[in-house]
């Protein structure tokens, strides 16, 4: 089968004082069109710097990307963003920021049509009542919120989410993750997120790829998540195999995110055709 | 009569509800975290228990003694770690331990003041001033500060929300370590229900706001100290999980409003900007214009 988005040994080399730094090497990855793939690691490990070579923000030292069947060169609507600060215009309403990139991709639409989409995306995501006010009146979740309807708002191939979530308080956090996987299933998006939230990557992947710690990170393995969908908070916590699904994540980030231990993992569930889980160890 | 009681407690700000029907009972020697929304209320509930703000309705009492006013009894620890940024860690504790304490001597002062910069492990970095600490750090003096003072009570406001996810573990196993030590009585608010399964006692969520109240008290009974990993596997971390996280995100959405509201999306492709825009209008494309059929090739 075909894949929707594919990386070849993508590799990023910063040169510093001292010569220069490898600080990503050989990433491999594929992912199917519809898929929900979270990237974990810890901070600093070069998770967010794949992910911003996916968005063309960051040129590539070596290697290649393909999205659905054509090389990325250079930012471009087709990739929708979300960043960890949603990075707003503050001189512009909710709705002024939304547009403005709507204006863009649809050109050729009438503007009422291109206003309906706007509003039709901060209406999903819960903005109906405040699509009109700017950032500062809004609390840091409700721009976040923002944030995501500006990038489904574009229609991309692909959506690209760099620690959406992160600066927000755990709560709301959880508020924003179903407000996301339901905006998810409803445009049948693909989606590649970078967090270090273990209980995010679990509730919302169909897989989850751990980094190694840089310099020279790498793929260190990929975890298969098969909770039923659609996906409810509370049903997921229950999921018989959630807690080991954690435990394990937890015990990558704490030791085998150190590559000299990496060949001492096995996988959490045993493998057998109706488990919610499998591992996958990366065969480079 | 428990140790710390609020009876019947609440606060407005003007007209706007801010608590009500706050009832809470802890014991001495008790550790309780009380998990919210940010903006539900908790810094004004941590406010009132010391002595910043005075209650619109009901009592609050320690020890049996009415709380009126701030006082060394009740230690606090914000956020924002309210340092003197002109005094190196060590004067910023022992301005404290003088206020406490101005009948001892100065030898006992700076003796005490070095024994709580010790408990928190921060006695190689005493003489730096807060610019020259980071964030944990910063953290650690306050907390040095509060213990300082002696206090009957800890009252920690959201003391680990400014700090990144590897500094807020480590401290957390410190406030763990120190509670274990001294045996101090504490309320820490949190918006994060994990901070409190691995540390309290006692979790009580308080609902988010205007007019917030505590909800059900959930007990923690696993041993200290707690072990991140391994806390995975009991059986009350799980449901607690769940049952604290229903329980708050459920009374949020209680103050959510519902429209039905018809909504139009547009079915446009979007424009491939890469390619040099033609003269002229021209339509849109429509998902329906773009038609795979069945050709013949010859």
């Known amino acids: ?284 | 009569m428990a140790f710390l009681e609020l009876k019947n407690v609440g606060k407005h700000f003007g007209t706007t509800e801010v608590l009500r029907d706050i009832d809470l009972s802890i014991e001495q020697g008790e550790f309780v975290a009380i998990v919210g929304f940010s903006g539900s209320g908790k810094t004004t509930l941590i406010s009132l228990i010391a002595g910043l703000l005075q209650p619109d309705e009901g009592t609050i009492t320690l020890n049996d003694l009415e709380i009126s006013a701030p006082g060394p009894d009740r230690g606090i620890v914000f956020q924002n770690y309210s340092l003197l940024p002109w005094l190196t860690a060590f004067e910023n504790v022992l301005l404290a331990v003088e206020q406490a304490f101005p009948n001892w001597s100065a030898a006992k002062k700076r003796q005490h003041t070095e024994k709580y910069l010790a408990l928190v492990n921060l006695s190689p970095a005493r003489d730096r001033k807060p610019g020259e600490l980071s964030g944990g750090m910063k953290q650690r003096v306050a907390v040095a500060r509060a213990l300082a003072l002696e206090p009957q009570i800890l009252l920690l406001d959201e003391p680990l929300s400014a700090l990144d996810a590897l500094t807020r573990a480590t401290l957390q196993e410190e406030i763990s370590r120190i509670r274990e030590e001294t045996r101090k009585t504490v309320v820490l608010i949190t918006n994060d229900p994990d901070e409190g399964i691995y540390l309290a006692d006692r979790i009580i969520p308080l609902t988010a706001g205007p007019g917030a109240t505590l909800g059900p008290s959930f007990r923690v009974d696993i041993p200290h100290p707690r072990d991140r990993k391994s806390i995975n596997h009991h059986a009350q971390f799980k449901t607690m999980r769940r049952g604290i996280g229903d329980f708050l995100l459920g009374s949020r959405r209680e103050h959510h409003q519902f429209a039905t509201r018809k909504l139009i999306l547009p079915q446009i492709e979007p424009e491939d900007l890469s390619l040099p825009r033609p003269m002229g209008r021209r339509r849109p494309v429509r998902p329906k214009e773009i038609q795979r059929e069945l050709i013949e090739l010859e």
């Open chain 1, 1 to 284: 089968m075909s894949h929707f988005l594919e990386l070849f040994n993508l590799t990023k080399v910063y040169a510093t004082p001292s010569g220069p730094t490898v600080i990503v090497k050989d990433f491999n990855l594929r992912i199917k069109r519809g898929e929900f793939v979270c990237l974990i690691g810890h901070s600093g490990c070069g998770k967010s710097t794949v992910l911003s070579m996916i968005a063309g923000l960051n040129e590539l030292s070596g290697g290649g990307m393909i999205l659905a069947g054509r090389e990325l060169v250079g930012p471009g609507p087709d990739r929708g963003v979300v960043f960890q600060s949603p990075c707003l215009l503050p001189w512009l309403t909710a709705f002024e920021n939304v547009m403005l990139g709507v204006d863009q991709v649809f050109h050729p639409a009438p503007k009422p049509e291109r206003r309906q989409i706007a509003e039709y995306y901060l209406s999903v995501v819960g903005l109906a009542h405040a699509m009109h006010k700017k950032p500062a009146e809004l609390s840091q979740g409700m721009r976040q919120r923002v944030g995501i309807a500006r990038a489904f708002a574009l229609s991309p191939r692909m959506l690209l989410l760099d620690e959406p979530f992160g600066m927000l308080d755990s709560l709301t956090r959880m508020e924003l993750q179903q407000v996301l996987i339901e905006l998810w299933r409803r445009d049948q998006k693909t989606a590649l997120m970078v967090t270090h939230d273990v209980d995010e990557a679990l509730f919302l992947s169909d897989r989850i790829v751990m980094m190694t710690n840089g310099p020279e990170a790498e793929v260190g393995a990929i975890l298969e998540v098969n909770f039923p969908r659609p996906r409810e908070r509370g049903a997921v916590l229950e999921h018989p195999d959630y807690y080991k699904l954690r435990e394990y994540l937890i015990d990558f980030l704490e030791v085998r995110a150190h590559k000299k231990n990496l060949v001492t993992h096995h996988p959490p569930v045993e493998p057998r055709p109706a488990a919610a889980a499998s591992v996958l160890v990366n065969s480079n």
